[in-house]
């Protein structure tokens, strides 16, 4: 079986997790600041902390920005769901936009029909290593004086417009779980431009505790840390991110080959102005020309050793969040029901890639093509 994802460890994860262990500072420590350090020098940006998951990092970003009972937060309408989850944590209420067509992402259009006088903040949602179209997005959010919280936790290391995603709005959100770009295991990091709201996001990480005055205790606080054994891992793998960005290229530049032009198939689109760090392979199939629907064709792939994964389901057709969605909206359902997702990880040969994408075109219906 060829997996959909699979974690590599091939620099000095091992060494470091060690040497962690022998310098006995297991919950934070030398690591945790390393890895602080460093990944804010890459980003070129002075405020930023290191969290337990991405999850926690939007979780974060929401309570800094007081984010509260009554207020309403624009969200795509598709994304994983850990950004409504969390807006709904908080207490306020998830207002969901429309995405594009071509790139699957929010729509800067969408965002301004949600816009209400409770709107107090904006999560737009990087899918797949895709940024959104964020000089307008920020335009909007500038004239109607919102927050623009970016969730990046798929993203990482894309730019757009030259700038790294999660460094563009006020606060990005960033996730190391096991599968994404580079991983800790469990774990996430929030980047933010603003010195108030780093600040803030650092006292509720740690129980909400003044920082110089022990056991004083100041805002209703969460403990959101990484451990030093889970930076350990990070900081081994961010020193690999040349070459983990290489094989991404590489991995994409193949799967283009065997699968642009195709008939039945469409990649997720990349705008000019943004150079990706793919994470994910997804296609948005048609029904018609593979004879089968995308659950279907997970399975069919599956009984020839390909895991794929779908789309995830819209927040907007899941009964946990009916009450929050009036209207449909038909990109979203219609993207979300079509996209297959395609086994993308640094260590994947050519060779497994030539063998999925001959897989993949040999379902098609031979009459349609
Ligand atoms: C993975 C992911 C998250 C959550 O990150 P965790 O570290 O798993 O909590 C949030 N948003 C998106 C878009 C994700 O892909």
Redo the contacts with the bound molecule.
Sequence with gaps: MIPWANAVFSGNEKKYVMEALDSTWISGGYFVDTLEKEFLGYHETDYGLSVS???TA?HLALLAAGIKTGDEVIVPGF??V??VNMIVACGATPVFAEIDKETWLIDPASIENAITNKTKAIIV?N?YGNVCDMDPICAIAAKHDLLVIE?N??SPFSTYNGRYSGTIGDIGCF???AT?TITTG?G?FVITKHKELYDEMRIIRDHGMQKDKRYWHTHIGYNFRLTNLQAAIGLAQLEQIDTIIADRQRIYKKYKERLVGQTGIQLQHYAENVDPVVWALVLKIDQKVFNRDRDALIQAMKEKGVETRPGFYPCTVLPLYAEYTSSPFPICEDVAANLISLPFFVSLPDTDIDYICDTLLTLRNPDEI
Excluded: R, Y
């Design positions: 998951n991405g999850t939007l994304t994983f850990a950004p949602v899918l969730d936790a798929e996730s190391f779980q994404k469990e996430g």
